[in-house]
């Protein structure tokens, strides 16, 4: 079976332009999550999706984050104008409602704004 | 590759000898608890769970060990093997939400 999926992998883009991050989390999971890793930071969780509804943002550092989950199979995440900060691995993880806190990571998008 | 555990804590351990990776939690009302291993490059795995009604629960060649009373989780792996050298972390639930609290994560590096 496919795991979580990720696009791109690795994604190098100037300051002040959008980047947009994919996810397709694994078929007939219900919950999907964004995270960031930096090494200051570690793991840091930014949304979290159930039934494709947000359930908590409040880990969205600002305004230019967004994040969308249109339907069950596709998520996206935002940032719009980018910033050297933004600089992380970002990953998305799904879970099944059963079993909320086993969660599936993809192998994560490397984003460098320079 | 993978930068993340440059700053972390390490363990070293011999290949073959037993490892025991700790982590403190804050949450008195956590009653999920979760290891994950980070390989470079990848995502987190999950490794083991353990909810707060049990203070032991063995999986293969892993087991999770709470303390809820001083609110600490440990991760023993037997027999240590080169393939186990990761990043390691422990994370924690609360209630009905999904939400997860991971800690900072461990350096494991198995010297062959």
């Known amino acids: 079976d496919a795991g979580v999926i990720q696009s791109p992998r690795h994604e190098v883009t100037e300051m002040g332009q959008e980047v947009t991050l994919r996810c397709k989390p694994i078929?007939?999971?219900?919950?999907l999550f964004w995270y960031r890793q930096t090494m200051m930071r570690g793991l840091e969780l930014l949304i979290y999706f159930n039934n494709n509804v947000p359930i908590d943002d409040s880990g969205m550092p600002e305004d230019r984050f967004s994040a969308k989950m249109p339907n069950a199979s596709f998520s996206t995440l935002k940032i719009q104008p980018s910033e050297p900060r933004d600089s992380a691995v970002y990953f998305c993880?799904?879970?099944?409602?059963?079993?909320?806190?086993?969660?599936?990571f993809g192998p994560g998008t490397r984003l460098t704004v320079t | 590759g993978e930068s993340v555990g440059l700053h972390l804590p390490t363990l070293s351990v011999q290949e073959g000898d037993n490892s025991i990776i700790n982590c403190a939690y804050s949450n008195s009302a956590s009653d999920y608890f979760i290891w994950y291993k980070q390989e470079s490059g990848k995502g987190p795995q999950f490794i083991i769970d353990?909810?707060?009604?049990?203070d032991k629960r063995q999986g293969q060649r892993v087991t999770v060990l709470l303390n809820k009373t001083v609110k600490h989780l440990s991760l023993q792996i037997a027999a240590t093997q080169p393939g186990d050298s990761a990043v390691y972390f422990c994370a924690e639930k609360s209630g009905a939400n999904s939400k997860l609290t991971f800690g900072k994560g461990i350096t494991l590096s198995v010297r062959p």
């Open positions: 078929s007939g999971h219900n919950s």
């Open positions: 993880a799904s879970s099944l409602d059963g079993s909320p806190g086993k969660q599936y």
């Open positions: 353990i909810r707060s009604n049990m």
